[in-house]
């Protein structure tokens, strides 16, 4: 349980304020699409006597240990081990025909970066994996010694949004040539020293594009996000709420298309009448993205990057 105390939340209250409205309805049905160590959720199911939770994640371990911190609410939990695209499997499974509201805490949980086993972080040293659920699917070590050069400079400059991409290929090959890169700590390495010296000066470690570009490919998270918003905005009743936070634009772009597309108007321009149905289906309740206070960042470092949106069924 030591990873779970060192979880903090990111964003707690603003998220807890954002949802509040359609959490507070009589029988409201709260979609935790990323469920993780469960802190948002306990928020939620403590602050809101009536809440039924339906917790969504990938990762067995972060669900077993989720279980566990919300026993106390075992009997308005359903938690359930899917990828957050399955939404509308998931909720016909349950018998449930809509949700009040939709928390999408995105990217790698703080569990997966500090179980050192998991490979997600470049500083610590450990096996490729950087799988979310580790049941099946390509590690990150597959695909470091399987891409051909051109491939993998395409996951970089894609997922990572890396200059330095064809430079990075060409030195992974290079390496995986005299024997297999298997480790996080040689694969920081072999970035580091990819990166011209003028460019490693700044933007943190010189690792960080290439795990989250890894990370991203294994696991399809991109285009997992794409399927799974519309799917969690077409659930929602009206007057539900949906809020989402992303840790880098590739998400944020995602998040904030889908929710704009629901807030435009589908008519034609220059018709003097809105024809019915092609109207806004959603308002924003954001003022484009959050970010967390100074404060919070000081506290938690890992919320720095966090950007927040949301909106409102119609």
Do not use: W
């Amino acid at each position: 349980m030591g990873t779970r105390a060192g979880h903090v939340p990111v964003l707690l209250e603003r998220c807890c304020e954002l949802l509040g409205p359609a959490l507070a309805r009589p029988g409201a049905i709260h979609l935790d699409a990323t469920l993780g160590l469960g802190g948002h959720a306990e928020a939620v199911l403590s602050a809101h006597p009536h809440v039924i939770l339906v917790g969504l994640d990938r990762d067995r371990d972060a669900l077993a240990l989720a279980k566990e911190r919300l026993a106390p609410f075992a009997a308005r939990t359903h938690l359930v081990h899917a990828v957050f695209d399955e939404i509308p499997v998931v909720l016909h499974q349950l018998g449930l025909a809509g949700l009040d509201s939709v928390l999408f805490d995105l990217g790698v949980s703080s569990m997966q970066l500090d179980e050192m086993e998991r490979g997600f972080s470049y500083a610590r040293d450990a096996p490729l994996d950087m799988r979310m659920d580790r049941s099946h699917g390509i590690t990150a070590g597959e695909v470091v010694n399987t891409y051909s050069a051109r491939d993998l400079a395409r996951v970089l400059r894609a997922y990572g949004e890396e200059r330095f991409a064809g430079k990075i290929a060409a030195a992974i090959v290079r390496e995986r040539a005299v024997s297999p890169v298997i480790s996080s700590a040689r694969l920081a390495g072999l970035v580091r020293d990819a990166i011209p010296a003028p460019a490693r000066r700044t933007g943190g470690n010189p690792a960080k594009r290439t795990f989250q570009a890894l990370r991203i490919e294994v696991n399809g998270e991109l285009a997992v996000l794409e399927r799974a918003l519309p799917r969690a905005l077409d659930a929602l009743r009206p007057s539900g709420r949906m809020a989402a936070m992303s840790y880098h634009s590739l998400e944020d772009r995602l998040v904030k298309r889908a929710m704009v597309a629901r807030t435009r108007s589908t008519a034609p321009i220059g018709l003097p009448i809105e024809p019915a149905g092609s109207g806004p289906t959603f308002r924003l309740l954001t003022r484009g993205a959050e970010i967390p206070e100074v404060a919070e960042t000081e506290a938690n470092p890992r919320a720095a990057s966090a950007r927040l949106r949301a909106v409102e069924r119609i």
